[in-house]
Structures are given as structure tokens and as C-alpha cells.
């Protein structure tokens, strides 16, 4: 369902106090109250930091909210319509079906966090919370999340990480990495049946 001011419900005639007209004015109340909700529904959607969006089964933006639009850097029209693929790359898009394969079958993860494309052509890093959208017979009919920017986090963790492996002072790996290369060298080894040489220089 499209929602916001510029998909207004149509109207029925309801001239003439007969039935049908007291039945068309009932009606266009209700479909008046039913956009001012959607519009409401709308500008709090538009007010929240987090990006929020919905999708239909195969993947296709069916609605967003601008804060969506300014972290992925684009239009909210530019995104409406677009496959999911838009923004994620083919290995994260399989992983990104997977999940919800996983989620429509009862699944617990709900949580999808991968690199997102940007429309400037730059990579982040986001975090999205997903929820089935069903019909009143309880079918799965899109998909529903709000998602995060996690860029700034990962980065730390990263330069953490890098910490923990390197030496400040030459930027070269440190006895930490050493071991667990070592490792892994041998265990690669043993698997390929090839010879592994250990060099050591004081």
C-alpha cells in the first residue's frame, strides 16, 4: 500500500440521500480518515533517524522514509520500485534471500548485517531488523525493516582488531598473528599434503 499525501483514496458521488448516497458519504469519511492516518503513519515514519522500509516478495522497494533515502543517498523516488539489489552486492543478496527464507519458515534471526552500496558509489556498513508483512489470512506477502548505520562501529572494531595484530611501531604482525598464521599454515599443509618452510632471522 502506498501511503503520503499524493496517493489520495478516490472518492465515490454521494449526492442524494438515498441509500447509496448515505452509504457513498460513510465511505468517503472513512477514506478520508484512512489517509489522514496514512499520513500520520508517514510523517512519524519520516521523524525517526533510522531508515525504514518495505519490500515486497521478490525484492522490490514497495515504501521508505527519508531517513532511509539520505543514508543510502538517494531520493526516496529513486529508490521506490528498485530491486533490493540496488543497494547490496550479489554474495549479500543470496545471503539476504536466505535469511528470509529462514525467518517465512520460523526462523529467530531477524538481523542482517552487511555492506550496503551507496548512491555516491561509497560502501557502508548497516545493520537491518526484519519483520513479515502478512495478510489478514496470515500469508507472507513483503517484508518490512529498519535498518542502522554501523559504519563509524565497524571501523573501530577493525582498527581494534588491527590493533591486536600489530606491532604500532613497525605496522607489521605481531607474535599474536605470527601463531595463529602459523597455524594455519600447518593446517593447510596437512590438508594439501605440501611441504610448509619456516624461516627465522634475528
Known amino acids: ?20 448516497g448515505q452509504l457513498a458519504a460513510a465511505l468517503n469519511k472513512m477514506f478520508a480518515r484512512l489517509s489522514q492516518s496514512e499520513s500520520r503513519e508517514q510523517l512519524i515514519l519520516d521523524s ?15 515504501s521508505t ?19 533490493f539489489s ?13 535469511l528470509l527464507q529462514q525467518l517465512a519458515t520460523g526462523g529467530n534471526n531477524n538481523i542482517l548485517s552487511s555492506p550496503f552500496k551507496r548512491g555516491d558509489g ?27 548505520d554501523i559504519s563509524e562501529q565497524m571501523a573501530y572494531q577493525n582498527q ?10 613497525t605496522d607489521l604482525g605481531n607474535r599474536k598473528a605470527f601463531g595463529e598464521q602459523l597455524q594455519n599454515s600447518l593446517e593447510l599443509m ?11 632471522i634475528d
Request: aromatic share 8%.
Open 48 to 62: 525517526i533517524n533510522e531508515g525504514y522500509f518495505e519490500v515486497d516478495p521478490n525484492g522490490l522497494l514497495l
Open 86 to 98: 540496488l543497494v547490496l552486492n550479489p554474495h549479500d543478496m543470496l545471503r539476504t534471500r536466505q
Open 65 to 83: 522514509n527519508k531517513a532511509l533515502a539520505k543514508i543510502f543517498v538517494y531520493s526516496c523516488e529513486a529508490l521506490i520500485g528498485q530491486d
Open 190 to 200: 596437512q590438508l594439501k599434503q605440501q611441504p610448509l618452510a619456516l624461516l627465522y
Open 122 to 148: 561509497r560502501l557502508g556498513h548497516f545493520e537491518a531488523r526484519l519483520a513479515a508483512i502478512h495478510d489478514p489470512h496470515d500469508a507472507i506477502i513483503g517484508w518490512r525493516g529498519i535498518v542502522r
Open 160 to 169: 581494534l582488531l588491527d590493533m591486536a595484530y600489530r606491532y604500532p611501531l
Open 1 to 20: 500500500t502506498l501511503i503520503g499525501a499524493e496517493h489520495q483514496l478516490p472518492l465515490l458521488t454521494d449526492q442524494g440521500n438515498d441509500e447509496l
